[in-house]
């Protein structure tokens, strides 16, 4: 039988990634969304990709302004996670200070800023390559993880006790934190 959707996301659920916010200015105002379909693609020229729905406004915006904003979300990063994903937090402070490309969202863990190279149609989603303008790196710290639907934590050393009294043991599962989520 031909996977379903749900086999299809349950499979992808298992691709550990980081969580974003996408950023871009929209006229006088700023249009922004939590995003996990990020990937770096080449280095001559610097390039990277990000997914979003056709419908996605953040995705409208990008186009309009031919420039965007990525940033990397830190492990405290929850409550932005939520906000940008349309559960909007009451009372969350959000800034955004000028950058290149689109702007960037103070406290993150990390940004880059983005001029648009090319959009590709992607099924029901967008591809937005764009290219690397600026760069910026904030207080080190560990990054927000999205895994099997829900958040995580890096825990550091990344070596659980288990593992360092045996390399072959199978690795422990990360306990989940927070709740799981269905994006
Ligand atoms: C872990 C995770 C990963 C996801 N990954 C992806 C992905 O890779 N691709 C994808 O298409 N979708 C992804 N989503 C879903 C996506 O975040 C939501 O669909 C989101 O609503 C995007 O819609 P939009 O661009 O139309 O933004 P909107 O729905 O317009 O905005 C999203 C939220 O951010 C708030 N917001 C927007 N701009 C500002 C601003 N300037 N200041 C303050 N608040 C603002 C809005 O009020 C709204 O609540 C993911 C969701 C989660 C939880």
């Known amino acids: 039988m031909a996977p379903?959707?749900?086999?299809?996301?349950?499979?992808?659920?298992?691709?550990?990634?980081?969580?974003?916010?996408?950023?871009?200015?929209?006229?006088?105002?700023?249009?922004?969304?939590?995003?996990?379909?990020f990937t770096s693609v080449s280095l001559e020229p610097l390039l990277v990709l990000v997914g979003l729905?056709?419908?996605?406004?953040?995705?409208q915006a990008i186009r309009r302004s031919e420039g965007f904003s990525v940033?990397?979300?830190?492990e405290?990063?929850?409550?932005?996670?939520?906000?940008?994903?349309?559960?909007?937090?009451?009372?969350?402070?959000?800034?955004?200070l000028p950058f290149a490309g689109g702007p960037r969202l103070e406290g993150a863990l990390a940004s880059l800023g983005l001029r648009l190279e090319a959009v590709y149609p992607g099924g029901d989603h967008l591809l937005f390559?764009?290219?690397?303008e600026a760069l910026y790196e904030g207080e080190?710290?560990?990054?927000?993880?999205?895994?099997?639907?829900?958040?995580?934590?890096?825990?550091?050393?990344?070596?659980?006790?288990?593992?360092e009294a045996d390399p072959f043991a199978p690795p422990l599962p990360p306990e989940p934190i927070y709740h799981e989520h269905e994006p």
């Open 4 to 37: 379903t959707a749900k086999d299809f996301r349950r499979v992808m659920g298992l691709f550990a990634t980081g969580v974003t916010v996408v950023a871009a200015y929209d006229g006088g105002a700023i249009r922004a969304a939590t995003v996990n379909a």
């Open 129 to 132: 390559l764009g290219r690397v």
């Open 76 to 96: 405290d990063g929850l409550a932005l996670a939520n906000h940008f994903a349309g559960k909007p937090q009451e009372g969350l402070p959000v800034t955004f």
């Open 140 to 163: 080190p710290g560990g990054p927000l993880v999205f895994w099997r639907g829900g958040y995580r934590l890096l825990r550091e050393p990344s070596l659980s006790p288990l593992q």
């Open 53 to 59: 729905h056709k419908e996605s406004r953040t995705g």
């Open 71 to 74: 940033n990397i979300l830190r």
